[in-house]
């Protein structure tokens, strides 16, 4: 689970930067500054979902759930 917005780097970077080191990797953007934009960009790059915060507990163990089956 990653932030989109963080202090020192940008998310989209860090998705980047995962993908390149384990491309199979399931990464699920998590974010309170989304937009369509900011989820197709994370998508397109990798991203295997994108959530926006505030987000049930629940729906985000359900989608860490999907990602690890999907991983596997």
């Given at each position: 689970?990653?932030?989109?917005?963080?202090?020192?780097?940008?998310?989209?970077?860090?998705?980047?930067?995962?993908?390149?080191?384990?491309?199979?990797?399931?990464?699920?953007?998590?974010?309170?500054?989304?937009?369509?934009?900011?989820?197709?960009?994370?998508?397109?790059?990798?991203?295997?979902?994108?959530?926006?915060?505030?987000?049930?507990?629940?729906?985000?163990?359900?989608k860490?759930?999907?990602?690890?089956?999907?991983?596997?």
């Open positions: 689970v990653l932030d989109l917005k963080m202090e020192d780097m940008d998310g989209i970077e860090v998705l980047k930067m995962f993908k390149k080191m384990l491309p199979s990797m399931a990464v699920i953007m998590l974010t309170g500054h989304g937009s369509e934009h900011a989820a197709k960009t994370g998508i397109d790059c990798g991203a295997f979902d994108y959530l926006t915060k505030p987000c049930e507990f629940e729906e985000l163990l359900a860490i759930r999907e990602a690890v089956e999907h991983e596997t």
